[in-house]
């Protein structure tokens, strides 16, 4: 079985300061993991994605997450938060049994940037 | 850029009632998904559909569900007879291929109210 755990619900930040969510994961198989960014009234948009490849990932608008399989965690940062970040994040997990295997997803985490 | 989209973006419907909500995949797309959410919780999982037959489904995805694809481009989720708790945001999502890894394209949701 597979899980994911956000351990923030809502993370608060000033425009121009770091952004820290957290995600832990659970999965019986090697894991990929993936982070979702949905802003007001749109989809769901992928940020970026682990796949066993390299361990530091980097996605769209300055993200990059980092996968460390000994902390089971898989944390999303970013080095200076700009306004248009505020939306909720999702941290996701999925598993390689089959190619259509579903999305499991974490609670999510509001970000708010304060101007 | 290919973008998922579903109609309508709200649906009001009462309990008891039969609705459909509509989904247009990718167009080179060959897996298609259904997950909802619940308002203040997790984005679940419903169903998979590859080759014109379901692939997997979830313990949500009980008798009163069913999903379609009625021509080459629609895919839809119908709910017979709505309930209370079937009120979610609902996504349709898709993936080019079985492959693994792969990425899942989502629809911005469709708000489904059941009063």
Not at chain 1, 27 to 53: D, R
Not at chain 1, 71 to 76: A, G, K, W
Not at chain 2, 33 to 52: A, H, M, P
């Amino acid at each position: 079985a597979q899980s994911v755990t956000q351990l923030d619900s809502h993370v608060s930040v000033s425009e121009g300061t770091p952004v820290l969510l957290r995600c832990n994961y659970s999965s019986s198989y090697s894991p990929s993991l993936f982070w979702y960014v949905q802003h007001p009234n749109k989809g769901l948009q992928l940020l970026l994605k682990y796949t066993s490849a390299a361990t530091l990932v980097k996605g769209i608008n300055g993200f990059e997450a980092e996968f460390k399989k000994s902390e089971t965690s898989f944390h999303l940062t970013k080095p200076s938060a700009h306004m248009s970040d505020a939306a909720e994040y999702f941290c996701v997990v999925s598993s390689p049994v089959s190619g259509n295997t579903p999305l499991v997803f974490g609670k999510g985490t509001r970000l708010s940037v304060i101007a | 850029e290919p973008e998922v989209t579903q109609t309508p973006s709200h649906q009001v419907t009462q309990m008891g009632q039969e609705v459909i909500l509509r989904c247009v995949p990718i167009s080179n797309h060959l897996y298609f998904y259904w997950y909802r959410q619940i308002l203040g919780q997790k984005v679940e999982f419903l169903v998979s559909f590859y080759n014109n037959e379901i692939s997997e489904k979830s313990e949500i995805f009980d008798d009163q569900f069913s999903v379609e694809r009625p021509d080459g481009s629609n895919f839809t989720l119908k709910i017979r007879s709505t309930k209370l708790e079937d009120s979610a945001m609902y996504f349709c999502a898709s993936s080019v291929s079985g492959g693994f890894p792969y990425e899942q394209y989502f629809g911005p949701g469709t708000r489904l109210t059941v009063t």
